[in-house]
């Protein structure tokens, strides 16, 4: 069975300063991989994917993630934050051939102007 | 509409009642999820209907919980003699064909309070 672990439940960060948010997952074999996010009063909504080719993979807002297969996990970044990024943040997975994402608990994130 | 439509928004309920929770996905899509999201837990899959195929009712947490699809479009999930326990956001998703590497768009949820 997959599994998604994401680490950091709660981020508080200051606008500029740069974000990682942790994200494992437990299945072996060939994966599919998402962030979404839920901004404060606004559903759930895509912020990347990756399912084959480039491991770093590029979304809105000035987002990325990059796939490191060694290690299972799919780390996503942003160099520098801002007030408006402040959402929840949740991983998700689809492995070998499952039609159904398995989400991570999700991180929160704060960022102060 | 343009999105996933999910009604009533906000449903408070006795213990023991029996409540419907309704979505209506975006036109045209095949895969049609249901999760649920408690307080500070991740998603929890319920259940996964694509196109005319049997749905996916491996994570329903109990019999009192079923979901029908009729037509292919509109679904209903329906929570028998409810529980605190139940008390959740209940989110809908929908797909365009249900492949593994589509995005889900996901409606605002029902927030289900069991007193």
């Known amino acids: 069975a997959q599994s998604v672990s994401q680490h950091n439940h709660h981020v508080i960060l200051s606008e500029a300063a740069s974000l990682e948010l942790g994200c494992n997952y437990s299945y072996g074999g060939t994966v599919n991989l998402f962030w979404y996010v839920q901004y404060p009063g606004q559903h759930l909504q895509l912020l990347l994917k990756y399912f084959s080719g480039d491991p770093l993979v590029k979304g809105i807002k000035g987002f990325e993630a990059e796939f490191i297969k060694s290690k299972f996990s799919f780390n996503l970044r942003k160099p520098s934050v801002q007030w408006s990024d402040t959402a929840e943040y949740f991983c998700a997975v689809n492995g070998g051939g499952s039609y159904i994402p398995t989400f991570g608990r999700g991180t929160s994130l704060i960022v102060h102007p | 509409g343009a999105g996933v439509s999910q009604s009533p928004s906000n449903k408070v309920t006795e213990k023991g009642k029996d409540v419907e929770l309704r979505c209506d996905p975006i036109?045209?899509?095949?895969?049609l999820y249901w999760y649920r999201q408690s307080l500070g837990q991740g998603l929890e899959f319920l259940i996964y209907?694509?196109?005319?195929?049997?749905?996916?009712k491996s994570g329903l947490p109990s019999d009192r919980f079923s979901a029908e699809r009729t037509g292919g479009s509109v679904s209903t999930l329906t929570i028998q003699r409810t529980q605190q326990e139940d008390s959740a956001v209940y989110l809908c998703a929908s797909s365009t064909d249900g492949a593994t590497n589509e995005k889900l768009f996901f409606g605002s949820g029902t927030q289900l309070s069991v007193l």
């Open positions: 209907f694509q196109g005319n195929s049997a749905p996916d």
């Open positions: 036109s045209g899509h095949t895969a």
